[in-house]
């Protein structure tokens, strides 16, 4: 067992290859300790997941989880996305997002109502979360989104919300999320924040690459549904 008492991503390959648990502590304050022993000995069932991403070694960066999709790596051969470095993969040790729990959880169901939207609109993402274990925990649901073709160079995946839901052993609820013009929009080429039509894909998960369901909406132009209007 680890415990990490600290202010910033560490170094921890070395440990994460050879010790079986790892507690993320960062800086608890006076009564961390207490806090700990809680963890430690089943007392509370932890439910925090990571702000930032923990990279595998000091030289690998940049290392985040909303990279651009231009991002590549140059090993001998080529370019290529999945390794970046002579000795290990580009993939992050933990990524962002990343926790456990001392239970487990399944996602179901993913819907949208209504299916596509105009600019202006609004849009509600439902999820079912149930709990599979046999210990009541918190899950925290992230929703990533990303837009399939852009005018400007976008991340392959950015959060756009979560929440975190308490359960009961076999207790399911339903977990919503209403995305609109904040969460859809982007910076473009004139420096501007818009939103731009076209199919977005939705990436529901546990964090930002263990991915349990995937969907889509079409973001349609305003103009089209003043046009609409006036023929008729």
Known sequence: ?????????????????????????????????EAIADVLFGDYNPSGRLPITIPRSVGQLPAYYS????????????????????????????????????TDFRYSNL????????????????????????RAGVETVQLYLRQRFTPVATPVKQLRGFERVQLDPGQKKTVNFTLG??????????????????????IVGKSSIDITLKGSFEVESSSSRSTARLSQ
């Open 1 to 33: 067992m680890l415990i990490l008492i600290n202010g910033r991503p560490l170094s921890i390959r070395w440990a994460a290859e050879r010790i079986a648990s790892i507690v993320e502590a960062w800086q608890p304050g006076e009564r961390g300790a």
């Open 67 to 102: 990279y651009p999709l231009s991002k590549a790596y140059w090993i001998e051969g080529g370019w290529t996305n999945t390794r970046g470095y002579v000795d290990m993969p580009a993939t992050a040790l933990y990524p962002f997002g990343y926790g456990l729990s001392y």
């Open 111 to 134: 819907r949208t109502k209504p299916s596509a939207i105009h600019t202006d609109g609004k849009i509600q993402v439902s999820v079912d979360v149930e709990n599979t274990g046999k």
């Open 181 to 202: 013009p904040g969460e859809l929009q982007l910076l473009d080429q004139d420096m501007q924040w818009k939103v731009v039509p076209g199919t977005f894909d939705i």
